[in-house]
Structure formats: C-alpha cells, structure tokens
C-alpha cells in the first residue's frame, strides 16, 4: 500500500476548466516530485520541491501547470485550463532527499480531459 | 532529447526463461541507476538500484548488469515467473545539487506459462 497520498484517483474536466490534484507525501520525506504519465507510460518531470522550495521545474506548460507544496497543508498541482494534451496519469512521488535516492509513489490522479 | 534509451519495448518469455531489458544513456553526470516496475492500475515502484561504482548489483533473481565505458546498464530477470509481468523503467539521476530522475519509454514484459 502506497504511503504516498493522492487525490483525486480521477477527475474528469472539460477544457478550459481548472484542475486540482492534491498530494499528502510520506511522512518525513521533504522532497516531493510530480511526473505526468502518458498513454504510452512515458515520464515526464513536472516539478520537485524541498520542504516549501521549489527544486526544479520544467517551463511548466505555458505557464498553465502551477503547483506548490505548503507548509502543514498538502501539495497540490494545478491546470488552470485544461486542454485534451494534458490528459494522464498524474504521479506524485516523495523521497528522503532529491538525489539518488528511491522515489515512493503515489497511486495518481488520473485526469481526462473531454 | 532523449537522455535514456530503453528497449526492447516489448518482450516476452517463457516461465523459468531469464528476460533482459536494455538501457542506455547520454549524460555522464548520471551516478543513480535504478529499475523500477509498475503493474496494471498501480504506482511504480523501486525494484533494484546501481551505482557506477559497482558493474554488478543482485537482488535474488534480478541483477544488473552496469558498463560505464559504454554507457549501457541492463536489469535480468532469472528464472521469470507470470508475476513479473509488468512494465519495467530504467532511470538516471541526474545528479549535481538538484536532482531529478529521468525514466527510460519502458518495457511491457510478458512471462507465458
């Protein structure tokens, strides 16, 4: 069973809505990443943060993926309008640190977008 | 660009057979290799890790099998049984101060009995 939590499984939106996911990471681990999962099980790194800190990110979609991980409060990713392209599997991961180290999983948050 | 190259893409074996899955990579920073597994409808998870200081690393029947000079690590499978069908990833840490894993395309192994 996954100690890294996800929700929701699955939403469904329609473009243009906003999508929220949400991510409560194993407990002592400040490192906290999210993968997108396409159809075709490719990876793609969106975003890792230390603690509060953003790590690294990539150009996150046109400025249209936001995410942050606040302090006492979960993690969250969000698609301010969503497009058919963004449809995947959303993965949150958490690690004792950033490098070399095992990335726990989290089950995912499913998103189609109609 | 794509920094890991994975393959074959798919690949299936008989029961008691040893599968091999290939990978290979670019960036000579990378210094974390680990294969991870992920079955229907669950999250992946960490099977077996490397780093470039050994070319060998077992964990009962998965070994990988690590080449520095080529760039080149692969994960066996000995003795492959049903359960291990699944989709295997290779990865590479980055490395440097803020790192990052980079996953290979995967590779869907079936075991037939």
């Known amino acids: 069973n996954s100690k890294v939590i996800q929700t929701p499984r699955y939403l469904v939106k329609g473009q243009g809505q906003k999508a929220k996911m949400r991510c409560i990471p194993e407990?002592?681990?400040?490192?906290v990443f999210w993968y997108q999962q396409n159809k075709n099980n490719e990876f793609k790194f969106l975003i890792n943060?230390?603690?509060?800190?953003?790590?690294?990110q990539i150009d996150m979609t046109e400025k249209r993926f936001s995410a942050e991980c606040p302090s006492n409060s979960p993690c969250s990713l969000e698609i301010q309008s969503s497009e058919a392209g963004d449809s995947a599997l959303y993965l949150c991961?958490?690690?004792?640190?950033?490098?070399?180290?095992?990335?726990?999983f989290g089950e995912g948050s499913r998103l189609i977008v109609v | 660009q794509q920094q890991v190259r994975q393959s074959p893409q798919s690949l299936t074996v008989w029961e008691g057979e040893t599968a091999i899955l290939n990978c290979s990579y670019e960036?000579?920073?990378?210094?974390?290799f680990p294969w991870y597994h992920q079955f229907p409808g669950e999250s992946p998870a960490l099977l077996i890790a490397?780093?470039?200081?050994?070319n060998k690393k077992e964990d009962g029947r998965f070994t990988i099998f690590f080449n520095k000079r080529e760039k080149k690590f692969s994960l066996h499978i000995a003795d492959s049984q049903p359960g291990d069908s699944a989709t295997y990833f290779c990865?590479?840490?980055?490395?440097?101060?803020?790192?990052?894993?980079?996953f290979g395309k995967g590779t869907k192994l079936s075991v037939k009995s």
């Open positions: 991961a958490s690690s004792h640190r950033g490098r070399g180290n095992t990335l726990y």
């Open positions: 407990k002592g681990h400040p490192v």
């Open positions: 943060f230390q603690n509060q800190e953003v790590l690294q």
């Open positions: 960036d000579s920073t990378f210094d974390y």
């Open positions: 490397i780093r470039p200081v050994s």
């Open positions: 990865a590479a840490d980055s490395g440097g101060s803020n790192a990052k894993l980079t």
